[in-house]
C-alpha cells in the first residue's frame, strides 16, 4: 500500500507537470521560446552520417513501426501466457497516441518553421513519436522488469529502452519536425498515463505483470 500511495502521488505530480507544460507551451512563453531555441542551437546542426541515422533511428517511432511492434508483442506475451502484460501495453499503445492526436488538435501548435529533414503533417505538440515510443518501448521494459529475474539483464534493458526512447525524441527536433518543448510534452503524457495504468494494474507489489493466466 505504501508503494501505491507513493505512485499514486508521483503520478499526480506528473499530470500537473503536464498541465503547467502544456499551458506554457500555449501561452508561448518566455521560458518555452528560451528552452526551445537553446536546445534547438545545439541540436539542429548536420551531415549525411547523421541525417541518414537519424531518419532510420526514428522509423522506430512511426505510427506504423509502433502498432506492428505492439501487435507483435502483444502475440509474444500471449503465447507466454502473460495476458495482464500484453492487456496492459496494448492499453498504453492505444491510450497514449489517441490522447496525444487530441491534445495536438486542441493545441494546434504549428511545426516549426525551419527545415524539415524528413516529411511531418499536422501540428507539433506533443510529440506524436515521443509520446508513441515511450508508450510502447517504456510499457515493455516495466513488464520486462517483473518478468526477468537477472538484475544485470534488467539494468540492460532499462538502457536500452530508455536510450531509444530518448534517441527518438531527439530525432525528432534534429530533424527539424519538433520544438524540444513538443518531446517533452509527449514524454510527460506518456509518463503520466503509464503510471496510472500501472496503479490500474497493481497488487501491493505490482506483480500482477508477472502473473501468468487470468
Known amino acids: ?14 499530470l500537473i ?5 502544456s499551458h506554457n507551451v500555449i501561452k ?7 528552452f526551445d531555441k537553446l536546445i534547438i542551437d545545439q541540436i539542429y546542426h548536420h551531415n549525411e552520417f547523421s541525417l541518414h541515422f537519424f531518419r532510420f533511428l526514428t522509423f522506430f517511432g512511426n505510427t506504423n513501426t509502433i ?11 500471449s503465447l507466454m501466457k502473460y495476458f495482464y502484460s500484453a492487456i496492459f501495453v496494448a492499453i498504453n ?20 518553421e525551419h527545415h524539415h529533414y524528413i516529411y ?14 515511450f508508450a510502447l518501448y517504456i510499457s515493455l521494459l516495466i513488464v520486462a522488469l517483473f ?19 530518448i534517441l527518438i525524441g531527439y530525432s525528432r527536433i534534429f530533424l527539424g519536425v519538433h520544438y524540444p518543448s513538443d518531446v517533452v510534452g509527449g514524454y510527460l503524457l506518456a509518463a503520466t498515463i503509464i503510471t496510472f495504468t500501472t496503479l490500474l494494474f497493481r497488487t501491493k507489489n505490482l506483480s500482477i505483470l508477472n502473473l501468468k493466466g487470468i
Open 1 to 14: 500500500m505504501h508503494i501505491s500511495k507513493k505512485m499514486s502521488f508521483f503520478n499526480i505530480l506528473l
Open 17 to 21: 507537470c503536464f498541465i503547467i507544460w
Open 28 to 34: 508561448q512563453t518566455n521560458f518555452i521560446k528560451i
Open 67 to 77: 502498432t506492428i511492434l505492439t501487435i507483435i508483442s502483444v502475440i509474444i506475451l
Open 93 to 112: 499503445v492505444i491510450t497514449i497516441p489517441a490522447i496525444n492526436h487530441m491534445i495536438k488538435v486542441a493545441v494546434q501548435r504549428p511545426r516549426p
Open 120 to 133: 511531418a503533417g499536422g501540428f507539433s505538440f506533443p510529440s506524436g513519436h515521443s509520446a508513441g515510443s
Open 147 to 165: 518478468i526477468v529475474n537477472n538484475l544485470f539483464t534488467k539494468i540492460i534493458l532499462s538502457i536500452i529502452a530508455i536510450g531509444f526512447v
